[in-house]
């Protein structure tokens, strides 16, 4: 079956949206549970999930994302090939491969996710946008996040979070970057406030949404050299905010839609699965890198007011 136009528009709206488009996300997510009914061909999607793939109508994507709603043991080796083709790219296939792959449990899917998805080289950010705009349902949204994204990984870099108390419906976080190693570290001369994620108290994990498009200074080009068992302090501001009677956290170009919680856990994550140029001295750090959670209290009054 070929779709034409019409799977082109969407696999467009299969891309990371903005958070003021609702309507796109939910399209896309209509357009998977309704799509490709017919049976999968397993001996041919990994051969068909890609990019490249000569006269491809992209069908594979929607097949994956099939298995992630109605996982089957029997696509174990076809989806582990897909992420072994994918994890260290930005393709669609590896991240729609490694939700499949979670739905579907078991010691051989998680062993393909261990080798995969904790390897430096994986692009965890990305997985967390795809987590979100693919519509993961909970509770195994929250358990995938916890166990394979928001881990830390690096023997070279510690991240310490702190935050002060809510004033004035302000939050200060304080991010602290520490060299564990003995060779100087290249990092970023900033960080920004997308590396936030929160967990409420029900044990729902709350990401960064895009909400404004945002120039970036000409400081972002620039690095940091820490060098060893130096740290570096970095302050992330945010503020809180009501829409349609619940309360967000709004920061430079993203926000945070608590609802109600009274109680949040943040933890911030710095992952960087690109190396630089070649002749850069030192080079640009690789890896994941998460804190430990620090508390957020929401006083009762601000998190639900009359």
Not at 289 to 298: G, M, T
């Amino acid at each position: 079956m070929r779709w034409g136009a019409a799977l082109v528009t969407a696999l467009a709206l299969l891309a990371p949206a903005r958070a003021d488009e609702p309507t796109t996300r939910t399209m896309g997510m209509l357009i998977i549970e309704q799509a490709l009914r017919q049976p999968i061909d397993l001996e041919t999607l990994a051969e068909r999930a890609r990019p490249d793939h000569p006269g491809s109508d992209n069908t594979a994507l929607f097949e994956i994302l099939r298995l992630r709603e109605e996982p089957d043991p029997a696509a174990t080796d076809a989806l582990g090939e897909i992420l072994a083709k994918h994890f260290d790219q930005t393709h669609v296939f590896g991240f729609a491969a490694a939700q499949a792959l979670f739905a579907i449990g078991g010691e051989p899917a998680h062993a393909l996710l261990e080798r995969y998805l904790l390897d430096a080289r994986y692009h965890a950010p990305s997985g967390l946008r795809y987590i979100e705009h693919w519509e993961m349902k909970s509770p195994e949204r929250d358990r995938f996040i916890g166990r394979y994204h928001l881990r830390h990984l690096a023997e070279d870099l510690e991240v310490e979070l702190a935050v002060e108390p809510l004033r004035d419906e302000e939050v200060l976080f304080r991010v602290c970057l520490r060299n564990l190693s003995d060779r100087t570290l290249s990092m970023p001369f900033e960080l920004y406030d997308d590396g936030l994620n929160f967990r409420d108290q029900h044990g729902h994990w709350i990401l960064p949404r895009i909400y404004r498009l945002f120039r970036l200074e000409k400081t972002s080009g620039r690095s940091l050299e820490l060098k060893p068992g130096a740290s570096h302090d970095y302050p992330i501001h945010l503020r809180l905010e009501r829409e349609d009677g619940e309360a967000r956290l709004v920061g430079w170009g993203h926000d945070w839609k608590i609802g109600q919680a009274e109680r949040l856990e943040a933890v911030y994550m710095l992952a960087n699965s690109y190396p630089g140029p070649a002749d850069q001295t030192p080079p640009r750090w690789l890896g994941r890198a998460v804190s430990r959670p620090v508390e957020l209290k929401i006083p009762p009054e601000v998190a639900a007011p009359n």
